[in-house]
């Protein structure tokens, strides 16, 4: 057992069983790099990660690569969720160096800790063209004791692709917006749903956008995406058809073959907009799916004591790539009735399904359409649902009798406010109280546990990032406009104080991601990467805090944020979304003002009006709603019946 069987992070502790001497990322381990002349090996990455148990069967297991690793180097592991701030600089360096990251990141730095090489996953032995580990650790190790100079020029070319181009600010306008969407509906693929081609994440940023803007003008072109995309992730096997949830990303382009690790903030950005899909469409289909991801967060990925675990790996072993999740003809046999059997066969059992390393595990995914297995089989559409319905619960009931994957129970700032976000929306939009109840019990749970008077924290021991203050600023706002309750208001007014005073670049606008500098640098990203960005969603913040305040400060610097990046979205197409949605939040956001109990149907009424840019604030109880857009106000509201009229109205305005 090596020294990481004390750390707190689950992918660390899941390395210390090998023999190799590693060190969690500490100034003790670059100390000793320094006094013995060595190299330091990085190996980033997650528990959650299927490559990086790829990679340490094949090469921390392996003997003679462990004896190299122990001779030659000093060894540190990180875990990307943890320590993202330090990920993500090396993330970049290793795209630098290679033209793409991911995990495993694997980086090699002088004992100053500057990197001079890196690369992502490697094999053992040369495959398929791609190095092999054993024969780089070796080449590593010669270049850097025979060629200390041209290794130092290295570290000094790497790192200034580090140091960030200061992009010109500009102002904004509502071109911009449509100049953006454009660019988004170019990357659509009308075919299969989703943008760009394989491997497709779903970009939420992009996705919120799309569906706003269908909600306020109803654009056609904009209706097509926004329904085919939705529509395609659902049926596909990037979905779990049996448990609900998202897997991480789609493998194909056409949404079938995942990479099947589970993540929270994958999940609560999908349930955000199948939620607002819903509200924007009425499409049952997308609300049965949001439905879905609840019953997955519920059932796997949430603490009975409140808070959102952190992820559920994607495999049990390296070699079963998404076997939980994958099922064999005979398994179906076995556990399904004949006319079970039959209808699930024809839905989800499609050979387009089968894995790459077992052809006889498929992935579930809709194949076939109720209508058509309807008349194929010559049974009532009724009955093939039915027996849909009673097939997939026995297909769960035995899923759980497998082992399951490992689920990382870290309960991580960020996250947790991105799915606390997410429950109080889709209470408001389904009026389900027990996800409001849940969202309250975790978010005080991480105020108790999380917070100081000066600070947050990412998790435990661990230092907040942007992100973290951020994201739970919106779950404070989203608690206090789901229930009224003043106190979290002022703690939102509390953290986004804090955030303005850590991570605001004053003098150009917009917000850094770390308090201070990390490998000397700190970074003020705007792109949607893979969730959407802490400056944009910072933007909407500020918005609605101006809103429910009436303090200009805040406006003011929403404004001066979303102009120091308004030249820089230009360029970075589908990465821009939650920008864009922060643009369209400055000019169009609605506050209603609830002049009633917090408890009653006018209240009730004003949380679930489905306008998308939405401000809801709390008053003395006089019976109506005051609705005002920028500083104009409209008559008072005093019913549920007016405020759907006023609706009508306001979308026909914005149309």
């Excluded at 995990?103 to 092999?132: A, C, D, I, K, N």
């Excluded at 099947?260 to 899909?277: G, S």
Aim: glycine share 8%; charged share 25%; proline share 4%.
């Amino acid at each position: 057992m090596n020294r990481l069987a004390n750390e707190r992070a689950a992918y660390l502790r899941h390395s210390a069983y090998q023999e190799i001497d590693w060190y969690p990322w500490s100034d003790e381990a670059f100390e000793k790099a320094k006094k013995e002349d060595k190299p330091v090996l990085l190996s980033s990455g997650a528990v959650w990660c299927h490559w990086c148990h790829v990679m340490a069967r094949e090469c921390f297991e392996n003997r003679e690569i462990i004896e190299i690793l122990n001779r030659d180097f000093i060894c540190i592991k990180l875990d990307r969720d943890e320590r993202p701030d330090i990920d993500r600089r090396f993330q970049q360096l290793v795209a630098a160096i290679t033209g793409s990251g991911g995990w495993p990141l694997t980086v090699f730095l002088t004992p100053e800790g500057s990197p001079f090489f890196g690369g992502t996953y490697f094999p053992p032995e040369e495959v398929m063209g791609r190095p092999g580990f054993r024969k780089v650790l070796i080449t590593i190790s010669s270049f850097y004791k025979n060629r200390k100079s041209t290794v130092e020029a290295y570290t000094q070319e790497l790192m200034a692709t580090l140091r960030q181009t200061s992009f010109p600010g500009g102002e904004i306008s509502k071109g911009l917006l449509d100049e953006g969407t454009q660019a988004i509906l170019a990357e659509f693929d009308p075919q299969n749903g989703g943008f760009g081609r394989a491997p497709k994440f779903p970009m939420p940023g992009a996705m919120e956008l799309l569906i706003n803007r269908y909600a306020l003008t109803g654009e056609e072109e904009v209706a097509a995406a926004v329904t085919k995309t939705l529509t395609a992730m659902a049926k596909g096997g990037f979905h779990d058809q049996v448990g609900g949830g998202f897997h991480r990303y789609a493998t194909d382009e056409a949404w079938i073959i995942p990479h099947f690790e589970k993540m929270t903030d994958d999940n609560a950005w999908l349930l955000r907009n199948y939620t607002d899909a819903y509200m924007a469409t009425g499409d049952q289909a997308f609300k049965e799916t949001a439905e879905g991801i609840i019953v997955f967060f519920r059932e796997v990925l949430t603490d009975p004591e409140g808070g959102f675990y952190a992820s559920q790996d994607a495999d049990l072993t390296p070699e079963d790539e998404g076997g939980y999740f994958t099922w064999k003809v005979e398994e179906l046999k076995e556990l399904l009735t004949d006319e079970e059997y039959q209808v699930i066969a024809l839905h989800l059992f499609h050979e387009k399904g089968a894995m790459h390393h077992n052809k006889a595990k498929r992935v579930l995914f809709v194949s076939r359409e109720i209508p058509e297995i309807a008349k194929m089989t010559a049974r009532e559409e009724a009955i093939v649902r039915e027996l849909i319905r009673s097939g997939k619960e026995k297909l769960l009931r035995a899923r759980a009798l497998r082992e399951p994957p490992f689920i990382d129970r870290t309960l991580y700032t960020s996250l947790n406010g991105m799915a606390i976000s997410a429950f109080f929306r889709a209470c408001r939009s389904f009026g389900d109280d027990e996800l409001r109840e849940f969202g309250l019990k975790s978010l005080d749970r991480i105020l108790l546990e999380h917070t100081t008077e000066s600070a947050i924290l990412h998790a435990p021991g661990v230092q907040g990032l942007l992100d973290d203050y951020i994201y739970l600023t919106e779950a404070c706002i989203a608690a206090y406009e789901a229930t009224g309750i003043l106190r979290f208001k002022e703690k939102a007014e509390e953290i986004m104080g804090l955030s303005m005073v850590k991570f605001l670049d004053q003098e150009r606008g917009g917000f850094f991601d770390t308090e201070g500098n990390v490998l000397g640098v700190r970074i003020k990203a705007i792109e949607d990467i893979p969730h959407p960005s802490s400056n944009s969603l910072a933007v909407i913040l500020l918005c609605k805090l101006f809103h429910l305040t009436g303090k200009e400060a805040y406006l003011r610097e929403a404004e001066k944020t979303l102009q120091a990046f308004s030249q820089r979205v230009r360029g970075i197409g589908l990465a821009a979304g939650q920008y864009l949605v922060a643009v369209e939040t400055f000019f169009r956001m609605l506050r209603l003002a609830v002049y009633s109990a917090p408890e009653g149907s006018l209240a009730d009424a004003a949380r679930a009006f489905p306008y998308p840019y939405l401000t809801v604030a709390y008053e003395e109880d006089r019976g109506y709603i005051l609705p005002c857009l920028k500083s104009e106000c409209y008559e008072p509201l005093y019913s549920p019946e007016e405020l759907k009229g006023f609706l009508r109205k306001a979308l026909e305005r914005g149309r």
